[in-house]
């Protein structure tokens, strides 16, 4: 059954959202928003909690304290919710390698509930605007990478989810593939759905609308890449980055 | 003389040309890129130049030594870190070293000294315990590095060191390698992430298993033929698409904004009525220096 978002603005909106293990804090007191048509890049090195974020906002863990809604839907009470109306893509996880790339689509709209006929058409659809051609009815394990992650992005889509997670999406990927795989993620964007995207790669970062930067659990820097730039006086992200976080470690000792 | 010199390599796979007599000629202390699209015939070439794989025409010479005549000469001088993760991960890191330096007859006293070093390059000291299954990202891919090196190559080829590894880790590994440059050690480095090649001494495009174009970094990027404008902006489709309407403009969405092409013998100022029609007004817009994957992406689209 489709049960409607509740009435909201933000497609993620966290206010001091944490999460301990034992004593460690792995997400520290996290305060995001993020908009629906926004691309929002989630950077960090690794180990910085993350992962540990993303899962929270994905429905698949319990925060610690702090309160955090998506799609409108409480993260402590309707993770179920979340779950059925986000799309989430790794470049680890999801497809089959031993299914072809239509078997995994079918796979994926019978697992969201999408009827025969829906389901057949929305894959025609997707099969025409990712230019995925002849590639569907290969095995997703013998794909080269830059299709097996087009085809992912299909899967994670399939279901029309207005907000899009994306956990380092482009790992290994060349640059004219990366350019078409961003020109559809700013298609989607401009369609109304908001994606909140991890990357390790510093040029990917520049793509974003805005970004946030995580260091030991905390959002450290937060705004637009131009802006950044500017208020940091450097040339390039990654100089950013790297200062910012080195930065951060010679305050701690 | 050239430390690393591969002459006319060619290799098919069926029809598919992987390489089409591709040279190279790598310079002692040279850090060297290699860079192109998935398929482009990197990984093929990095098997021919460490021997794990025979061209089917073409040679390689290695300090002089013909790789296919007498590589129990060349195997000493070669140190090689695959693309995937080789280790074993049931070992733990000091294990694995142990393995790695007993395969070139490394033990006893000179393998402590080198893995205390290696351990202060890498700082994976504190992690000797822990089994390299259990070891982050880019931990794994200093301890893949410092097996590598036990041997004390003079020539590293590294494929795709940095796929999936944070960018301080990256920068380490980067640090690590410009290190081993200033001790004389020779580095081949494939990948596809153009910040890399910028670190470089000189770099090769590679598109279809053949060169396109190779130089020093900065001059390659400089040899992008045009002007570059970043118009700060609300970059819809429908602008881009306006944006591309104007002659001899073309556009393209670059996160936050617009990138603006033109022509190189052609001027901003010419096009700004155009630009203020679509609502683009002149402190919109910036100058920016064309990067190498404006140039590596401009090749690629002539050669398609």
Redesign the interface.
């Known amino acids: 059954m489709i049960v409607p978002a509740p009435a909201h603005t933000h497609a993620v909106e966290t206010e001091q959202l944490s999460r301990l293990f034992g004593s460690f804090t792995a997400v520290d007191r996290v305060s995001l928003r993020v908009n629906y048509g926004e691309i929002f890049g989630f950077l960090?090195?690794?180990?910085a909690g993350k992962t540990t974020a993303i899962r929270m906002l994905c429905g698949l863990l319990m925060p610690s304290s702090g309160s955090g809604r998506v799609a409108g839907f409480d993260v402590y009470r309707q993770s179920e919710l979340i779950k059925r109306h986000i799309g989430y893509m790794s470049?680890k996880f999801s497809l089959y390698p031993d299914l072809t790339g239509r078997e995994n689509l079918d796979f994926y709209g019978a697992a969201y509930g999408l009827g025969n006929t829906a389901l057949r058409a929305r894959i025609d659809e997707l099969t025409e605007r990712l230019e995925l051609g002849q590639f569907i009815h290969q095995l997703a394990g013998k794909l080269?990478?830059?299709w097996r992650q087009r085809l992912a992005l299909a899967a994670a889509i399939l279901h029309r989810p207005r907000i899009l997670f994306l956990d380092?999406p482009t790992?290994?990927?060349?640059?004219?593939?990366r350019?078409k795989f961003w020109?559809l993620l700013?298609?989607l964007a401009?369609s109304g759905v908001a994606i909140f995207v991890t990357t390790?790669?510093?040029?990917e970062a520049?793509?974003?609308?805005?970004l946030s930067i995580m260091h030991r659990g905390g959002i450290i820097e937060q705004g637009?890449?131009?802006e950044l730039k500017k208020k940091h006086a450097t040339a390039?992200l990654?100089d950013l980055?790297?200062n910012l976080?080195l930065s951060r470690e010679a305050e701690r000792a | 003389m050239a430390f690393l010199i591969a002459e006319d390599i060619s290799k098919k796979y069926g029809e598919n040309h992987a390489l089409d007599r591709f040279c190279l000629s790598i310079d002692p202390a040279e850090i060297f890129a290699l860079v192109g699209p998935d398929g482009a015939g990197k990984t093929t070439l990095i098997r021919i130049l460490c021997r794990l794989l025979d061209p089917d025409s073409g040679r390689v010479t290695i300090d002089g030594v013909d790789t296919s005549r007498e590589y129990d000469r060349v195997k000493p001088l070669l140190g090689y870190m695959p693309q995937q993760f080789s280790l074993y991960p049931d070992l733990s890191v000091e294990e694995n070293m142990t393995f790695y330096a007993g395969l070139y007859g490394l033990t006893g006293e000179p393998y402590r000294a080198k893995r205390d070093r290696l351990y202060e390059f890498s700082n994976l000291g504190p992690f000797s315990g822990r089994r390299a299954g259990a070891l982050s990202g880019g931990m794994k891919q200093k301890l893949a590095l410092s097996c590598a090196l036990i041997h004390d190559p003079r020539l590293l080829i590294l494929d795709e060191p940095t796929t999936g590894v944070d960018p301080l880790s990256r920068r380490q590994l980067w640090e690590i390698l410009l290190q081993l440059k200033s001790e004389g050690v020779t580095v081949l480095v494939s990948t596809p992430y153009m910040d890399e090649v910028a670190r470089c001494d000189r770099a090769a495009f590679i598109f279809r298993g053949r060169k396109l174009s190779e130089d020093t970094p900065t001059a390659l990027a400089a040899s992008f033929v045009g002007r570059i404008f970043y118009i700060d902006c609300e970059p819809t489709t429908s602008l881009v698409e306006r944006a591309n309407t104007i002659p001899d403009i073309s556009a393209i969405r670059f996160g936050a904004g617009l990138h603006l092409y033109l022509r190189q013998d052609d001027s901003l100022d010419r096009h700004l009525g155009e630009l203020a029609a679509i609502g683009i007004d002149r402190q919109q817009i910036t100058p920016i220096d064309a990067d190498l994957e404006d140039r590596f992406i401009q090749l690629m689209e002539t050669k398609a």
């Open positions: 960090g090195a690794n180990g470049q080269p990478v830059g380092e790992g290994g990927v060349d640059p004219v593939f350019r020109g700013y298609e401009e390790h790669y510093m040029d520049e793509y974003c609308g805005r637009r890449p131009f390039s990654e980055f790297v976080i």
